[in-house]
């Protein structure tokens, strides 16, 4: 889904070209900022696509009604940062 949500010409490599090619250049870092883990990204392909997809991610799966606490992350939430 991911490669999908990125966008050409991603959407139609197979995952060990997509982890040679994009995740492996990607830079960022991970925070805890009181019950929710940030993971941000600096310069990731087709950033204000992702942005769209992950960005708030506990405040759109609470909209949806799934539960946003990830039990084998200690309960806590999961959001991306695209800068």
């Known amino acids: 889904m991911l490669c999908q949500r990125i ?3 991603v ?3 197979n995952s060990q ?4 090619s994009v995740l492996r ?3 960022g870092d991970v ?3 009181r019950n929710t883990i ?3 990204y600096y310069n990731a ?3 204000t696509l992702l942005k769209k997809h992950y960005e708030q991610l506990p405040q759109k799966l609470d909209r949806e009604g799934v539960s946003t606490t990830i039990p084998w992350l200690y309960g806590l ?3 991306f940062w695209f800068k």
Do not use: M
């Open 11 to 13: 959407a139609g490599w």
């Open 7 to 9: 966008g050409a010409p």
């Open 77 to 79: 939430n999961l959001d």
């Open 25 to 27: 250049g990607l830079e």
């Open 17 to 20: 070209h997509f982890a040679g």
């Open 31 to 33: 925070r805890v900022k």
């Open 45 to 47: 392909p087709n950033s």
């Open 38 to 40: 940030i993971v941000t």
